[in-house]
């Protein structure tokens, strides 16, 4: 029963089309950045989307999960997955376990894929219904 409490506890934020962003940003539950983003998120515990009207010039990017939709400039980790969605221009080094590019992507960097994967098949749902597991179950049980 505490773990349903703390999964319902979780935060959701949203950095809007019209934010802009500089510095370094640590959390631990959901972040959604729709505007200018610029500096480092340190994250490991945090899952994070990057939507379509989003910019991002990052130092670096250490999630637990991240959802490409923008552009993104920085090196990527992210402990369990990556996925990047059509339209997206990504200029990166991603290190991690699973690893989604749609077609229709602009990527330019390197891939290092992580040894251990999550006991969990992310890719087994679609964007849309992980993104919605995401937000109301973002701990995956193990």
Same mark, same amino acid.
């Given at each position: 029963?505490?773990e349903?409490?703390?999964?319902?506890?979780?935060?959701?934020?949203v950095? *809007?089309?019209?934010?802009?962003? =500089? !510095?370094? &940003? %640590?959390? $631990?539950? @959901?972040? #959604?950045?729709?505007?200018?983003?610029v *500096?480092?998120?340190?994250?490991? =515990? !945090?899952? &994070? %989307?990057i $939507?379509? @009207?989003? #910019?991002?010039?990052?130092?670096?990017?250490s999630?637990?999960?991240?959802?490409?939709?923008?552009?993104?400039?920085?090196?990527?980790?992210?402990s369990?997955?990556?996925?990047?969605?059509?339209?997206?221009?990504?200029?990166?080094d991603?290190?991690?376990?699973?690893?989604?590019i749609?077609n229709?992507?602009?990527?330019?960097?390197?891939i290092?894929?992580?040894?251990?994967?999550?006991?969990?098949?992310?890719?087994?749902?679609?964007?849309?219904?992980?993104?919605?597991?995401?937000?109301v179950?973002?701990?995956?049980?193990?």
């Amino acid at each position: 029963m505490a773990e349903k409490n703390n999964k319902e506890n979780r935060n959701i934020t949203v950095f *809007g089309i019209e934010t802009e962003f =500089n !510095g370094v &940003l %640590e959390f $631990a539950d @959901t972040l #959604i950045i729709s505007g200018k983003f610029v *500096g480092k998120i340190d994250a490991p =515990n !945090g899952n &994070l %989307e990057i $939507a379509k @009207t989003a #910019i991002c010039d990052m130092e670096s990017i250490s999630v637990k999960s991240i959802i490409i939709s923008g552009v993104v400039k920085g090196n990527i980790f992210a402990s369990e997955r990556v996925e990047i969605c059509s339209g997206s221009k990504v200029d990166s080094d991603i290190t991690t376990a699973r690893l989604r590019i749609a077609n229709n992507v602009e990527y330019n960097g390197s891939i290092s894929m992580l040894e251990e994967e999550p006991s969990v098949d992310l890719f087994s749902v679609a964007s849309d219904e992980y993104k919605k597991a995401m937000i109301v179950h973002s701990d995956v049980v193990e």
